[in-house]
């Protein structure tokens, strides 16, 4: 049972412009919701999160918005570098009792080109 | 480097054997959280340790176990391995443990590929 989906592997984008990464839930305890990038070769490192009870969130050029009645979330880099090409994960935490936990989408691989 | 050391980086092994997974948290760290990544797979939570004591648990299979230890460092054992059990072990650590967000902003190490032949 897949909560967290990340429906497109790879995505190819051009130096400048906007890149948008998706994430679908189906969990509707997940109160925050948190991107990850990860290098090859390298373990993932934290990038952005957002509450539930917020739509969006920003940080330099990259931005997280929240559709929580479509279960839905995006992360917009803006401009896209090449230094972003990388698998970025999204990951919802639910709480479960006094311990939280993490469930990772399947990763969306994003290569930015000159 | 992002402060969480994992060894080994490699390991192949047969079917059948048991292997285990080293990993020290980043310094001040008390939690420690390891998760398996397969081919084309999620992080999938195996489990999580706080200050020595298990947190919480998610997909771990009975014959994978873990602890973390007084100095803070865990190992995971992995036993009777199979060849599905071939993947990237990653071990992830934090400040806290529980319902801040600071819970889930997870340090990774550069991770463990096991590789069952």
């Known amino acids: 049972d897949q909560q967290v989906k990340q429906n497109s592997p790879s995505l190819s984008v051009q130096e400048g412009r906007i890149s948008i990464l998706n994430c679908d839930y189906t969990?509707?305890?997940?109160?925050?919701f948190l991107w990850y990038k990860k290098y090859p070769a390298e373990g993932p490192t934290f990038l952005i999160s957002?509450?539930?009870?917020?739509d969006k969130n920003e940080d330099g050029r990259f931005t997280v918005f929240l559709n929580k009645s479509a279960k839905h979330l995006s992360l917009h880099i803006v401009p896209s570098q090449p230094g972003d090409s990388a698998v970025y994960f999204c990951?919802?935490?639910?709480?479960?009792?006094?311990?939280?936990?993490?469930?990772f989408g399947t990763g969306t691989r994003l290569q930015v080109t000159l | 480097d992002s402060g969480v050391t994992q060894t080994p980086k490699h390991l192949i092994t047969a079917t059948g054997q048991r292997v285990t997974l080293r990993c020290s948290p980043r310094?001040?760290?008390?939690?420690v959280y390891w998760y398996q990544q397969s081919l084309d797979q999620g992080l999938q939570f195996l489990i999580q340790?706080?200050?020595?004591?298990?947190?919480a648990k998610g997909n771990i299979l009975e014959r994978f176990s873990a602890q973390q230890f007084p100095d803070l460092h865990s190992e995971l054992n992995l036993s009777s391995l199979e060849l599905g059990d071939s993947a990237l072990y990653f071990c992830?650590?934090?400040?806290?443990?529980?319902?801040?967000?600071?819970?889930?902003?997870?340090?990774f190490g550069a991770g463990s590929r096991l590789t069952v032949l």
């Open positions: 992830a650590s934090s400040v806290v443990s529980g319902s801040g967000i600071g819970a889930n902003v997870l340090t």
């Open positions: 969990n509707s305890m997940f109160d925050y």
């Open positions: 957002i509450s539930s009870i917020k």
């Open positions: 990951a919802a935490r639910a709480l479960t009792g006094t311990a939280s936990k993490l469930t």
């Open positions: 310094s001040g760290d008390l939690s």
């Open positions: 340790y706080y200050n020595g004591e298990e947190r």
